[in-house]
T-cell receptor, first 112, second 117 residues
Framework: DAKTTQPPSMDCAEGRAANLPCNHS???????VYWYRQIHSQGPQYIIH???NNETNEMASLIITEDRKSSTLILPHATLRDTAVYYC?????????????FGRGTSLIVHP | EAGVAQSPRYKIIEKRQSVAFWCNPI?????LYWYQQILGQGPKLLIQ????????DSQLPKDRFSAERLKGVDSTLKIQPAKLEDSAVYLC???????????????FGEGSWLTVV
């Protein structure tokens, strides 16, 4: 079973910020939060990951709460091409064997 | 850098027939994954290889599914005999084997779409 919970769907107006929440209340100290997205008919694509500090790259920002029990992926200026299913997963990057498990994700629809 | 390559892209077979999917991971990636994704659901891990050894295959239906990665590079996933419920996208992915931040980022291929009729 996935160790994260996400809302099944969200929508956002083009040009506005899209804020996608993820709950990972059972996360352990060694586990990173990873975000992927899957555009229709394509394989999932890596977006961003973090441990406890907020992270930003050219695609998105990741805000992780201080207790690390939840996080938010922010697409600062959503475009129609950001319409996709967004997956939040947690995984241990300490080098041991780990099974990456995906839930159903959040289906984000960006409308004009 | 070339991504994860998969073939065929699409396949339609009748139930009880067999099918094989091929995957070439990103060069240098020791870890290879096969996922099954049924329409409307997230990817479900079938098998994970570390080089040519199996790390986890607990969710692989071994009575009909098999996978191999003989030389630690390319991999093949086979279904024999296929059932209607095997209709899905079969995603191959790879990642570097070492730990550390970002060392386990998973890169996915485009997937192989299977329809069993």
């Amino acid at each position: 079973d996935a160790k994260t919970t996400q809302p099944p769907s969200m929508d956002c107006a083009e040009g506005r910020a899209a804020n996608l929440p993820c709950n990972h209340s059972t996360i352990s100290g060694n586990e990173y939060v990873y975000w992927y997205r899957q555009i229709h008919s394509q394989g999932p694509q890596y977006i961003i990951h973090g441990l406890k500090n907020n992270e930003t790259n050219e695609m998105a920002s990741l805000i992780i709460t201080e207790d690390r029990k939840s996080s938010t992926l922010i697409l600062p200026h959503a475009t129609l091409r950001d319409t996709a299913v967004y997956y939040c997963i947690v995984r241990d990057d300490s080098g041991g064997s780990y099974i990456p498990t995906f839930g159903r994700g959040t289906s984000l629809i960006v409308h004009p | 850098e070339a991504g994860v390559a998969q073939s065929p892209r699409y396949k339609i077979i009748e139930k009880r027939q067999s099918v094989a999917f091929w995957c070439n991971p990103i060069s240098g990636h020791a870890t290879l994954y096969w996922y099954q994704q049924i329409l409307g659901q997230g990817p479900k891990l079938l098998i994970q290889f570390q080089n040519n050894g199996v790390v986890d295959d607990s969710q692989l239906p071994k009575d009909r599914f098999s996978a191999e990665r003989l030389k630690g590079v390319d991999s093949t996933l086979k279904i024999q005999p296929a059932k209607l419920e095997d209709s899905a996208v079969y995603l191959c992915a790879s990642s570097l084997a070492h730990g550390g931040p970002g060392g386990n980022t998973i890169y996915f291929g485009e997937g192989s779409w299977l329809t069993v009729v």
